[in-house]
C-alpha cells in the first residue's frame, strides 16, 4: 500500500530560498516512505539516516501480520514528526530481492524475531564491499516498540549516545578446520589472545584471489600445528564486522602480534606456505624455528585431516 500523503505548509518568508530549499528537502518524503526500486536510490542519495521498519514475512497477506504492521506503523507516525528533516522512516520486508539485498546489509538476521526497527547511516569508514553501513537496532521490551520507546531510541541516536550493531555469524560449534573459523562475536576472544600470535585471513566467498589461496592457507595451518602459541586464523568478512576495522581488498591478511594486538600488521607479498611462515617466525613474539618445525600428536593430525576434507 502507498503511504498517505498530508499536504505540509510553508510558513517562512516567501522570498528566503535557502529556507524554502530546506523546508523542500525536509518534506521531500511522506512521514513513513515505502523501500522498494523506485524509491532506493532517492533515500540513499538524500543522505540522511533512514530509520527502517522492516515487516514479517507475510505480513501483506497474513491479517494478523498485517494489523501488526499498521500498529507500528501508526506509531512511527506519532514520531516521525517530531525529527522531520534529520531521518527518513520508511518500510521494507524480506521477501523480494531488494528488500533481501537490504536486510543483509542493514543485519537482519535469519532467526530474527519481526518485525524490527533499524537506523542505518553510512560509514565513512566503508566501502560496497566492507560495512558500507552503520546499524543500530531498536531493543523494545516487546515485539511491538511503544511510541515512547522509539521517539527515545531515534533522540539517542540523535545525540550520538548509541552503539552501532555489528553483525556476527552464529559461533561455530566447533572448528572443522586446521584454520580457525572466527566469526564477529569471537574476533576479540581469539584475535586478542596475547597468549598467541595470530594470522588471520579477512575473504569473501565470491573472491577468486581467496579460493586460490586456500589450499596454501590449509597447509600453513597443518605445519603449524604443533606450535601452540601460532593461531591460524579466517573470517567471512562479507557477514562479521568488526568495529574500527577497515578492509579495502580481499584477500587480506593481518598479524597479531601476542604483544601488540593494537598495530595489526598486513601481509604483502607471495602468499606461498614458506613465504607465510618465514613472515610468522621473523614476527612473532613467541619465537620459532621454521626450519624445525614441531609436529602435532599423531590423533589430532588424523582428525585435521579428516575434518579438513569436509570444511567449506
Known sequence: AQPQLTPVLFEGAADDMGEFDKFVNANRFPLVSVFDPNTASRMFDDGRPLVFLVKERGADSDPAKLQTQKQLESVARKVAGEFRGQVLFAVTGIESPHEKRLADMIGIEEEEKLPAVRIVTSNPGGHGHWMPALKYKLQAKAQLPTEH?????????????????????????????????VVGSTFKQIVFDRRKDVLIEFYAPWCGHCRKLE???????RKLAGVPS????????????????????????LFYPANNKNAPEEFVGDRSTENLINFLAEKATFKFDPQNLPQKKQRDN???GLLAEIEL
Open 149 to 181: 520507546e522509539l521517539r527515545r531510541f531515534i533522540t539517542s541516536f540523535t545525540l550520538n549516545t548509541l552503539e552501532p550493531y555489528f553483525k556476527s555469524e552464529p559461533k561455530p560449534e566447533y572448528q572443522a578446520g586446521p584454520v580457525t573459523v
Open 230 to 253: 601460532v593461531v591460524i586464523a579466517k573470517i567471512d568478512a562479507t557477514r562479521n564486522e568488526i568495529p574500527d576495522m577497515q578492509i579495502r581488498a580481499y584477500p587480506t591478511l
Open 302 to 304: 588424523l582428525e585435521d
Open 215 to 221: 589450499p596454501a592457507f590449509k597447509d600453513l595451518a
